[in-house]
């Protein structure tokens, strides 16, 4: 699909640590540890992290590399790979198949490329800047280039947002609460899942209330490229402000109304 090395890595990577989380995912033998700051992490985040490490390091030495469980690796090409082998271990661990594996890429300091594999389920999206988002599923093989929804308001669409604590732990329960009226429906079919809905057209929203880089690196250049917004809860376009907002761009002054102020 891209002529871009890395990208075509990025694309073949991200599928092989969606396998290794699907083994485990469907063995369920696996044992869950905590972090420091009390989320879960298994075998499986570590075992498909190090898989995506290793093939960029024998194809890419000179890149640098930052992931969630191994934390950065210099390099000194101007690009760099944010991973996140497990995006939604807490849907893992409880075996709802949203999980997903998360590959991003950076140039000089942007994000220009993104993988999100959703492996329970059978389907990816991938984008490269100026060169379109591109999604396929088990139902059609066939690979599509991704485009956002039409609705023009909240009201018409799909609002969706992860769990309810980093809503809690910001004060923001009546801001999730206002969303939530102007809403058709919502759900909770959060993480990455969340953007590769709003990047394919079946939501309009996607929010978190609190995201780390390895998160966002590769949903930020997704939506964009799917025509679609992602920025921070100040409509900053950056994957840096430690929050997430996704939209297809006709809803954000809307979201941002409510989560601005």
Same mark, same amino acid.
């Given at each position: 699909?891209? =002529? /871009?090395?890395?990208?075509?890595?990025?694309?073949?990577?991200?599928?092989?640590?969606?396998?290794?989380?699907?083994?485990?995912?469907?063995?369920? &033998?696996? %044992?869950?540890?905590?972090?420091?700051? !009390? &989320?879960?992490?298994?075998?499986?985040?570590?075992?498909?992290?190090? +898989?995506?490490?290793?093939?960029?390091?024998?194809?890419?030495?000179?890149?640098?590399?930052?992931?969630?469980?191994?934390?950065? &690796?210099?390099?000194?090409?101007?690009?760099?790979?944010?991973? =996140?082998?497990?995006? *939604?271990?807490?849907?893992?661990?409880?075996?709802?198949?949203?999980?997903?594996?998360?590959?991003?890429?950076?140039?000089?300091?942007?994000?220009? *490329?993104?993988?999100?594999?959703?492996?329970?389920?059978?389907?990816?999206? @991938?984008?490269?800047?100026? %060169?379109?988002?591109?999604?396929?599923?088990?139902?059609?093989?066939?690979?599509?280039?991704?485009?956002?929804?039409?609705?023009?308001?909240?009201?018409?669409?799909?609002? !969706?947002? &992860?769990?309810?604590?980093?809503?809690?732990?910001?004060?923001?329960?009546? #801001?999730?609460?206002?969303?939530?009226?102007?809403?058709?429906?919502?759900?909770?079919?959060?993480?990455?899942?969340? @953007?590769?809905?709003?990047?394919?057209?079946?939501?309009?929203?996607?929010? /978190?209330?609190? +995201?780390? #880089?390895?998160?966002?690196?590769?949903? %930020?250049?997704?939506?964009?490229?799917?025509?679609?917004?992602?920025?921070?809860?100040?409509?900053?376009?950056?994957? /840096? *402000?430690?929050?997430?907002?996704?939209?297809?761009?006709?809803?954000?002054?809307?979201?941002?109304?409510?989560?601005?102020?």
């Amino acid at each position: 699909m891209f =002529d /871009d090395p890395r990208m075509s890595l990025a694309v073949e990577i991200a599928r092989e640590a969606g396998q290794i989380a699907l083994e485990y995912f469907r063995s369920g &033998s696996y %044992q869950i540890d905590r972090k420091p700051d !009390l &989320s879960p992490v298994t075998a499986a985040d570590r075992r498909a992290e190090e +898989m995506l490490r290793q093939r960029i390091e024998e194809k890419f030495s000179d890149d640098a590399i930052l992931g969630e469980e191994y934390g950065q &690796s210099p390099g000194n090409s101007g690009y760099r790979w944010i991973l =996140d082998p497990i995006d *939604g271990t807490k849907s893992f661990i409880s075996g709802v198949p949203l999980f997903g594996t998360l590959v991003g890429l950076q140039k000089d300091g942007e994000n220009i *490329g993104g993988v999100i594999e959703i492996p329970a389920l059978d389907q990816r999206i @991938y984008a490269l800047r100026d %060169q379109g988002a591109w999604y396929q599923s088990s139902s059609e093989r066939e690979v599509v280039q991704a485009g956002v929804s039409q609705c023009e308001q909240l009201s018409e669409g799909l609002v !969706l947002t &992860s769990e309810f604590e980093g809503w809690t732990e910001r004060g923001g329960e009546n #801001l999730l609460w206002q969303l939530e009226k102007k809403a058709w429906f919502t759900r909770t079919w959060g993480d990455c899942y969340g @953007y590769l809905m709003v990047a394919t057209g079946r939501a309009v929203l996607m929010v /978190d209330p609190a +995201m780390n #880089l390895w998160d966002a690196a590769a949903v %930020q250049p997704i939506l964009e490229e799917a025509g679609g917004t992602f920025t921070d809860w100040q409509g900053n376009a950056t994957a /840096d *402000g430690g929050e997430g907002i996704g939209t297809n761009g006709k809803v954000l002054d809307e979201v941002l109304e409510v989560l601005r102020p």
